[in-house]
């Protein structure tokens, strides 16, 4: 069920990105990208395999610098403002790998510190968040020897230690098991309706139509259509529309 | 479809070829990324010796077996002679003969015939058997001294056996012949595709893909085991030492050739499946942690066999050391398996049993290569050691400690105390990359043996080393995880500053080693390796984060690029100023080198500070803001070094008479000329003139210029008597009378005063400060802020002046520094250099 665009918040979105266009050498990854993402709604970034998503994300984490364009989170410089920025923005990779030799807890313990937090009280905070994702008797365990699954929870875990206002989340659900699949929907939504702001890249519409209030097509670089998911469809199946803008935009 | 299902397995020809095919393609693809990364960082187009990589490489592979089957030939004859030494007989040269000889009227007839034996033989038996030459001489003459004639023996009739007599050589040489054919083998088997420094390998994922393709097990199986033999070129040479080896058993021959091809091949290719099973053991039934350093260890014991007989050429007490551990063994140790390998079951030798054997051997290391392969992935591929682990609560987080304050030292700690991976990596490598540079510099190390700041010096030399290595791969620890630290805060740089902090303790646990030895053979000189180690405390503080701004972004497949030449070369400096400085117990110039070491350290983190937001972007890449520290330490650099150039000139031409005079002149010339560049310079980067004599950062008032000039005056006077008062009192130590008066002699000789005059108080005020105020505090303060870039800043000033001047000058930059800061103008501390300089001469 996703949520209804009558329920967006009239405050100004959170991010801005602004015509931007990436570059590396002589391949141009993105190219005129322009969308916003509005406060407290869910938002999917769909594009085929190299259309540009990761880049995209990378841009938003301050890793990489946009060749033209500016593009900023809750008024802040993505690139210039980089240290704020990671203040603002909780991210799951893909993959998750972490450190072979320290457990859950002591990445959790590592990453607060790292944010500046006060590490005690930044983990009780976590533990009812750890019992709902069933983690808790894992978390003195090495990380690199938890299943796909598990790393994609601490993962998550980790994007949300800091209470960041934005999530960027990348292929969420790869790897989750169907309960843990619709945990993390119920998840989602809950942190929507507290406020954050959340986009994530993904290849299955199913998700998009069940979890987005909004979303992107990204084709070769460029956004071939951004809106409320509603207005995208306009009544047909996303998936249709999808390759249909895909197709086209190829 | 049923077609499909009928048909027979990919044929295990066309799978065998197929996957060798492709693992030679990933040795050219390897080769070929390294030349490409040259490339992008070269700029240059073509890599001459790129296509001679794989010919050097199997000629220097060549070598190794040709140079091990040399050393068990060679060390033979060794051992005769060490077994009669330790008979108690000593062995000299053959042409010493005639001393042996009581007839030999001109030799060993005369009545110093002792002496002179000693004489000749002590080089000779020095590089034979080791020992100094005195040690040898003292222990020749002591020989004859007791047992006479009879207590030598010729080097002829020491070594009076050979391995084609097997069955004449003594028990306690078998050992030996064993451990070199064992040496030469496990040399192979270590070796795999190639040199493997992945401490973060995951499990092979060819595997998976292999078993999705419709091929018979046994085909993919082998093309696998095979992968090592045939990627790597020192696997090709193998025949060569069985040719060596069997030539000297059984005499040169094209039977003896085509044994060698015979035995070598099969060889290789068991050690081939060995390796590749102790690979698929280590990294199905290690856990991750283990995983790294199991492959590290195979790939350093691989990389030390193979260098190792190429340094036994130039260092017999190698193989020494060898036979003095192997001989002792032969009493207990059996002798007919090495026999056996050399020369076969008979009496005399015969080539097709001792091919028979080892054919025999080889098929016995096949068999191993598979059980241990198959014991791996009987137990890995269930993945049952995937169960995961509990991580014991060490170092625990939290509180208010040092730990929770510093997360990151927290886990690098963790890290080496987890990783098995880590000592390899963070210590074995460096440390036996630093040994191959200790043994280059084994003549140094030798004649720096018998002093305490020899051995120090030493020390140094090697921890220096032992950083430059780790420094530019410290992201190759972090592997994928990397992605977390780009999610935090400054995460990089923070990171960068645990890991320089982690090698800094690193290298002084181990040159502290060095220094703790020095005490306890130079106990009296205790007060000067104390500071010497507080000098390399501070020296390798510097040179750690001097050593982590060459880091590189690790590629996609793990590796990591070479840092540019310049950037090398700037993190070395002051090195050679401090180790030198304490091997010749030269002070001034390992201050020089502690001063110039931690600037350069400053200056670099400032520029990575700038380059550490494009490491993954480097196509974005900005210049850093000018004018950086690094453009005023060159600037500065170039002054003085050119100055220094063209007064060598002018004296040259000139004389003695006319230094003082080509000083002026050049000083004059050399600063108006360096400004002038770097203005120019400044100005193509946008930074005007006005942004380097006034002190323009926010919150910084400045006061009424003609204030400011005025009492800068008044306080370069008073420094001016200040110096003068600490002038009166050096004079009383007699040393510093003598330079004093020298100086005072040469400046008042013809006119000399005067030119130095127009030096010290015409030019040097506004060149100094424009480079070492404008430029060179302004840009330290970005980094350092506060006292820190005062002083640090003023002892740099102070470097350039001798080292007599080096407290009032100092004194004079740390003035100038905060008069810069707080009144914002130059003009200040131009006058405060004027007024102070004046003095100075006027006193002078």
New interface residues.
């Given amino acids: 069920m996703s949520l209804e665009p009558e329920t967006l918040s009239p405050e100004p979105p959170l991010v801005i990105i602004e015509n931007v266009s990436k570059?590396?050498?002589t391949k141009t990854a993105l190219s005129d990208v322009t969308w916003s993402l509005p406060r407290g709604q869910i938002s999917g970034l769909l594009g085929p395999n190299g259309a540009g998503k990761t880049t995209l994300f990378?841009l938003l984490?301050?890793?990489?610098?946009a060749?033209s364009g500016c593009m900023s989170i809750a008024g802040r410089d993505c690139?210039e403002d980089?240290?704020?920025v990671?203040?603002l923005?909780?991210?799951l990779?893909d993959e998750?790998?972490?450190?072979?030799?320290?457990?859950g807890t002591?990445?959790l313990?590592?990453?607060?510190?790292?944010?500046?937090l006060e590490?005690?009280g930044a983990l009780t905070r976590l533990v009812p968040l750890i019992q709902r994702l069933n983690m808790q008797d894992?978390m003195?365990?090495?990380a690199?020897?938890?299943s796909r699954g598990m790393k994609k929870k601490l993962g998550l875990l980790?994007a949300l230690l800091h209470q960041p206002p934005l999530l960027i989340l990348d292929e969420p659900t790869n790897g989750l098991d169907v309960e843990s699949t619709r945990l993390f929907f119920d998840l989602m939504r809950e942190q929507a309706a507290a406020g954050t702001t959340i986009v994530f890249s993904t290849h299955l519409m199913d998700q998009v139509e069940r979890l987005c209030s909004h979303a992107a097509v990204i084709c070769s670089g460029k956004l071939v259509k951004t809106g409320a998911l509603a207005e995208i469809c306009g009544g047909r199946p996303l998936e249709e529309v999808f390759v249909e803008l895909t197709t086209l935009g190829a | 479809m049923n077609s499909n299902l009928q048909r027979p397995p990919t044929p295990n020809g066309q799978v065998l070829s197929s996957l060798w095919k492709a693992v030679r393609q990933r040795a050219r693809g390897r080769a070929k990324r390294q030349a490409q990364m040259m490339k992008r960082k070269t700029g240059s187009e073509s890599n001459p010796l790129a296509g001679l990589g794989v010919l050097l490489m199997i000629l220097l592979t060549s070598f190794v077996h040709l140079g091990l089957g040399y050393t068990l030939v060679d060390t033979l004859e060794k051992a005769q002679m060490m077994e009669h030494e330790q008979r108690g007989k000593l062995v000299v040269p053959d042409y010493l003969n005639r001393y042996l000889d009581p007839a030999n009227k001109h030799a060993g007839a005369q009545p110093d015939w002792m002496e002179r034996l000693a004489d000749r033989a002590d080089s000779w038996r020095s590089r034979e058997f080791g020992g100094t030459k005195v040690v040898q001489r003292a222990k020749v003459l002591d020989q004859a001294r007791q047992h006479g004639r009879e207590g030598f023996i010729t080097e002829k009739e020491a070594v009076k056996f050979s391995l084609k007599r097997p069955s004449e050589l003594p028990a306690t040489m078998w050992p030996f012949i064993g451990v070199m054919f064992l040496w030469w083998f496990l040399m192979l088997v270590f070796q795999g595709e190639g040199l493997e420094m992945d401490f973060q390998r995951r499990r092979h994922p060819m595997w998976e893909w292999l078993a999705s393709h419709p091929v018979r097990p046994v085909a993919a199986f082998s093309a696998e085991m095979l992968a090592a033999f045939m990627a790597n070129p020192v696997y090709w040479g193998a025949p060569l030492f069985w040719l060596v080896v069997w030539s000297s058993a059984h005499g040169f021959g094209w039977e003896v050739l085509g044994g060698a091809v015979l035995v070598g091949v099969p060889l290789a290719m068991a050690a081939s499946c060995l390796h590749k099973g102790l690979e698929i053991a280590a990294l199905l039934r290690l856990p991750s942690r283990t995983r790294g350093a199991a492959l590290g260890l195979l790939s350093w014991a691989g990389y030390c066999l193979m260098m190792l007989p190429l340094f036994m050429f130039s260092m017999p007490m190698i193989k020494r050391a060898l036979l003095h551990v192997t001989m002792p063994l032969g009493e207990w140790l059996p002798s007919w398996p090495a026999r056996m390998i050399l020369s076969g079951w008979s009496e005399t030798p015969v080539l097709w049993q001792a091919g028979v054997v080892v054919i025999g051997l080889s098929v016995l290391m096949l068999i191993a290569a598979v059980v241990v392969s198959w014991w791996g992935t009987q137990i890995g591929m269930q993945a049952s050691h995937a169960t995961a682990t509990a991580a014991p609560r060490t170092l625990q987080a939290g509180g208010t400690g040092f730990l929770s304050r510093h997360p990151l030292y927290r886990k690098e700690l963790l890290w080496f105390w987890r990783d098995k991976g880590a000592v390899v990596q963070a210590v074995l490598i460096p440390l036996t990359i630093g040994a191959m540079q200790a043994f280059n510099l084994r003549g140094l190390a030798e004649m720096a043996a018998g002093y305490w700041n020899g051995i120090c010096g030493f020390g140094i030399i090697c921890g220096t080393y032992f950083l430059l290595i780790l420094g530019p791969r410290s992201l190759a620890s972090e592997g994928s995880a990397l992605w977390m630290t780009l999610t935090w805060p400054q995460g990089l740089e923070n990171l960068l500053k645990a890991k320089a902090q982690l090698w800094w303790m690193l290298a002084n646990g181990i040159v502290g080693i060095a220094f703790a030895a020095t005490l306890v053979l130079f106990p009296a000189d205790w007060w000067k390796i104390l500071l010497v180690a507080l000098g390399w405390i501070a020296f390798s503080r510097s040179l750690a984060e001097k050593s982590v701004t060459l880091v590189m972004a690790p590629s996609s497949s793990g590796e990591v690029e070479r840092p540019p030449a310049g950037r090398q070369w700037a993190a070395m400096l002051g090195t050679l100023a401090f180790g030198s400085g304490v091997m010749m117990q030269n002070w001034h110039a390992a201050v020089l080198g502690v001063v110039f070491s931690s600037l350069t350290a400053a200056a670099m983190w400032q520029n990575l500070r700038a380059r550490l937001p494009f490491l993954y972007d480097p196509w974005s890449e900005k210049l850093p803001q000018a004018p950086t520290l690094m453009h005023s330490m060159i600037g500065v650099t170039i002054m003085v070094e050119v100055m220094a150039l063209i007064t060598g000139i002018a004296l040259g031409i000139g004389g003695v008479d006319a230094l003082w005079k080509a000083r002026a002149i050049s000083y004059g010339l050399v600063g108006l000329l360096a400004w002038g560049g770097m203005v120019s310079f400044l100005n193509g980067r946008g930074v005007s003139q006005k942004d380097i004599w006034c002190w323009t950062r926010e919150g910084r008032q400045a006061v009424l210029p003609l204030i400011s000039v005025s009492s800068a005056v008044a306080a370069g006077v008073g420094l001016g008597g200040v110096a003068m008062l600490y002038l009166f009192i050096a004079q009383f130590f007699p040393s510093v009378q003598e330079q004093m008066s020298q100086m005072h002699d040469k400046l008042h000789t013809e006119g000399n005063w005067w030119w130095m005059f127009l030096m010290a108080v015409g030019f040097a005020p506004v060149a100094e400060e424009f480079f070492f105020r404008g430029l060179l505090f302004r840009a330290l303060d970005r980094e350092w802020s506060g006292r820190a870039a005062l002083i640090g800043s003023a002892a740099f000033f102070a470097m350039y002046h001798p080292p007599l001047a080096w407290p009032p000058v100092f004194a004079v930059g740390l003035a100038n520094a905060w008069l810069f800061k707080k009144t914002g103008t130059l003009g200040a501390c131009v006058a405060l250099h004027i007024a102070y300089n004046t003095v100075v001469m006027l006193a002078t």
């Fill in positions: 570059s590396f050498g990378r984490m301050g890793i990489l610098k060749s690139f980089r240290v704020v990671k203040r923005v909780g991210f990779p998750p790998v972490f450190y072979s030799y320290l457990s002591e990445v313990e590592l990453s607060a510190g790292m944010h500046g590490v005690k894992a003195n365990q090495y690199d020897d938890y980790l």
